[in-house]
């Protein structure tokens, strides 16, 4: 499997990709061209336009088909692109998605942390309305393939419950330290996202479902906790409406997805965790992509849609660490 963030120019190219965007463009003077993203599952990288004489070739193709691609990686304005010479469109069933798609390698170690940190939840109630999700064998196997975004952060198989983890770890600590209910941050981190089961797709790339575009996953996330609970007499309404309130506010603001805006302490706790690590994934995704880079630079060539048009800068110094301490100290799992 070719990897698309690094290969360099000159490199060919061939084998199946998944097509993640289909750009169809315009420029006034009768001169109209298609730019596809094409993907695996080591990352992106766009073709050159298939300009009028060659769009036959891509035409019929939408986001989540799977081709097979033979070309050449070519630098264009200081930017790598794909060249493509041949493309055909393969079949659904013909295809490993494995190779497609990134994915979280080590799930098992994320859902001891869930299982554990759920555990510990002193409440009887609480930890019991967490069971009523994440004691289920067909939940459990959904939410540890689901990405967490469709084109962002944590956008992976398993990225949900990378996330997630991510999420309560941030949020725990938070709330040690402020005198926010840790028990209670931990079930809003545990269920705050519920609803993307609902709102992405995966099983051939990553989409939006038309409940999703419709609702959101807000919406859905209450949603789901309400028909979990319905006959239930696991919480009192007062007991289910602060639990409402953690996802409907998890957003923050209105204007990026909140119901309303976090009026608890474990709320706001679990806000600024949650954003805390959707920028820092993106942010180390954007350092770490060389097609973000011209050359050596060390400063992004370009402002990133995902890190609120910001540029990422990738200057790195060990700090005087000896190079054995330095390759030997503990990181963090790789990301793909």
Wanted: net charge neutral; with cysteine.
């Amino acid at each position: 499997m070719p990897d698309l963030k690094r290969l360099d120019p000159g490199c060919p190219v061939h084998g199946p990709l998944l097509v993640v965007e289909v750009d169809h463009r315009s420029y006034g003077d009768g001169k109209d061209c298609v730019v596809l993203t094409l993907a695996n599952a080591s990352g992106s990288i766009g073709s050159a336009p298939f300009w009028s004489e060659r769009r036959a070739a891509v035409a019929g193709l939408v986001r989540g088909d799977p081709v097979e691609v033979t070309g050449e990686v070519r630098l264009y304005r200081g930017r790598r692109q794909l060249e493509v010479l041949a493309i055909r469109q393969l079949s659904h069933g013909d295809v490993d998605w494995r190779l497609l798609l990134p994915s979280v390698k080590d799930t098992g170690r994320l859902w001891r942390l869930v299982d554990g940190w759920r555990s510990a939840v002193r409440g009887p109630r609480l930890r019991g309305l967490l069971a009523l999700f994440y004691d289920d064998p067909d939940f459990r196997d959904r939410y540890g393939a689901c990405p967490a975004s469709t084109a962002g952060h944590h956008a992976e198989l398993g990225g949900l419950l990378r996330h997630t983890c991510e999420v309560a770890a941030i949020g725990r600590r938070i709330a040690d330290f402020c005198g926010a209910d840790r028990d209670l941050v931990t079930a809003g981190a545990l269920l705050h996202d519920i609803g993307k089961l609902e709102a992405y797709s995966w099983e051939k790339g990553f989409a939006i479902t038309e409940a999703g575009a419709l609702l959101g996953h807000v919406a859905l996330g209450m949603l789901m906790l309400a028909a979990r609970t319905a006959g239930t007499t696991l919480l009192n309404g007062r007991e289910l409406r602060i639990i409402q309130h953690l996802i409907a506010s998890h957003h923050g603001l209105l204007e990026f997805g909140a119901a309303v805006r976090p009026m608890t302490p474990e709320a706001e706790v679990l806000h600024y965790a949650d954003d805390a690590s959707a920028k820092t994934a993106s942010m180390a995704e954007a350092v770490e992509d060389p097609g973000n880079f011209q050359g050596d630079e060390l400063v992004s060539g370009r402002t990133l849609w995902q890190l609120d048009r910001r540029r990422v800068y990738r200057g790195r110094s060990d700090w005087g660490k000896e190079p054995a301490e330095y390759r030997t100290q503990e990181r963090p799992p790789s990301r793909g």
